[in-house]
């Protein structure tokens, strides 16, 4: 469906009553339609219809509102570009706001919807959100104005957020609607270690209908790149496993790793990693030495595959920082920060603390201390678009790199303590639905989720608009179906 979108701002002055008024026209991405399209046309519509009308008395009772129904104010300009479906790191936040949610919290990033003024015109085919922010609410220069998933504007970038309320169960949603659940538990282990049986899932690639999973061979020194089908296209009825199960393995293809590793008696596999960067397009294998810490002076090893060709490149990262670093960089049943590659650069915590640490892999020797501003981020839930996100149970942790800086928002997770932190593995060319990775029944599972805060539209504004203390602010935003 053809969507057309307008903006309009106005500012009040408390003191004068003078009225700034800033009007635009907006873009629509291609992320909503890619939500519904992807994943080789598997969306459960029906699902999604049903989900629509059901449980949680706050949530949207309309297709649109379902993902169109947050409010996300840039402090920068992001463009013309229908393909765009993320704000860059380098933009912040300075405003959020929520269909039909007034905001009752200590978050003054955060607006309100005006309930009374808000409408749904099916007949007219014309939605029209109407959010107020106080004087003390979404105050900073604004150029960019856009709609987002409705828990996409529980992402506000702040120091010290305030913890989720119980209004807000579920951020992740739609898992059980989007398609792609349970397709690939098969060729899950129990836990993360890149050691175990089926080693660790890397993506999903629809095109080919396949996905790579990675495993380490310490006896014999190799990498296996383990692929397996999707079933999205093609399904051979013939196949199964030894427990009566589908038998998705296709092919395996074998890296030579002898030598690379620094550990490999029993616990190797919590001295190794396998990632993937989607972004660079490429495949990591980190290694560490065995023990607790990684003294000063010590060192980890960085192998970086080109995911096409294979193609490897050798890093030595020294541990320059002046204290330890922690060891083990794969952990059973949850992801940890510590050892990941993104963004070419290598990320180690210091123990006890959680101080992060990033080392450009272009240059290893530079060091660079992330500014922590009194929290941390221990496990990695999720990371694109020159973010690391972890979904902790009541708040969510986010680490800018374009900053350097650890804030807080309140996109909270829904792990408990017997499920580990779920994790994120990308979906080649569909970066808005990633598959989620999680721990449940004595297994690793998969459901196919909502990055919640893409960019549903894009609306840079003719000028920078700054909300100060001195004002009140209203953001009229409307949809109507296109010709």
């Not at 920060?337 to 640490?357: E, R």
């Amino acid at each position: 469906m053809r969507l057309h979108g307008h903006t309009r701002l106005e500012l009040t002055d408390i003191h004068t009553g003078a009225v700034e008024v800033v009007e635009k026209d907006n873009i629509i991405t291609n992320a909503v339609g890619e939500i519904f399209n992807g994943y080789g046309g598997s969306l459960n519509k029906a699902m999604l219809l049903w989900r629509g009308q059901q449980d949680d008395p706050n949530a949207p009772k309309d297709l649109v509102t379902m993902f169109y129904g947050g409010l996300l104010l840039y402090d920068s300009p992001l463009g013309a570009d229908p393909a765009t479906r993320f704000a860059p790191a380098a933009a912040g936040i300075t405003g959020t706001a929520i269909a039909g949610l007034v905001n009752a919290t200590t978050n003054t990033t955060r607006g309100s919807a005006n309930l009374t003024e808000t409408k749904l015109d099916p007949a007219g085919g014309t939605m029209t959100y109407v959010y107020e922010f106080a004087t003390n609410q979404g105050n900073g220069v604004i150029q960019s104005v856009c709609l987002t998933q409705p828990q996409g504007a529980y992402y506000s970038e702040m120091i010290d957020a305030p913890n989720a309320s119980p209004v807000m169960a579920g951020r992740l949603s739609f898992g059980g609607a989007l398609g792609g659940d349970q397709l690939l538990t098969g060729l899950l282990a129990k836990d993360c270690y890149p050691t175990g049986e089926r080693g660790v899932l890397l993506y999903a690639d629809p095109a080919a209908d396949e996905a790579l999973a990675g495993r380490v061979d310490t006896a014999r020194g190799v990498l296996e790149l383990r692929r397996h089908c999707l079933g999205l296209r093609k399904l051979d009825l013939f196949r199964r496993d030894t427990q009566g199960g589908w038998d998705s393995l296709v092919a395996t293809d074998t890296v030579d790793i002898s030598g690379f590793l620094q550990s490999v008696s029993g616990n190797a596999g919590r001295y190794c990693r396998l990632c993937f960067d989607a972004e660079a397009d490429k495949l990591y294998l980190i290694a560490a030495p065995e023990g607790s810490t990684i003294a000063a002076g010590g060192s980890i090893r960085v192998r970086e595959y080109d995911r096409k060709t294979l193609a490897a490149r050798d890093y030595t990262v020294p541990n320059n920082t002046g204290g330890a670093l922690r060891a083990a960089v794969s952990e059973a049943k949850s992801t940890p920060l510590n050892g990941t590659v993104y963004g070419g650069s290598l990320y180690m915590t210091a123990p006890s603390t959680y101080q992060i640490y990033r080392f450009p892999l272009a240059d290893p020797t530079d060091v660079q201390a992330v500014t922590m501003h009194g929290d941390t981020l221990q496990y990695l839930s999720d990371a694109h678009d020159g973010r690391l996100y972890c979904y902790y149970r009541t708040r969510g942790v986010v680490l800018n790199t374009e900053k350097n800086e650890l804030f807080s928002c309140e996109a909270a997770g829904y792990d408990t303590t017997t499920t580990g932190f779920a994790a994120m593995v990308p979906v080649l060319g569909e970066p808005v639905t990633p598959l989620r990775r999680y721990y449940s029944d004595s297994r690793m599972r998969t459901m196919r989720v909502l990055r919640a805060n893409y960019l549903a539209t894009i609306n840079d504004l003719p000028k920078a608009v700054e909300k100060t203390a001195d004002k009140t602010m209203k953001v009229i935003y409307t949809l109507r179906r296109g010709a």
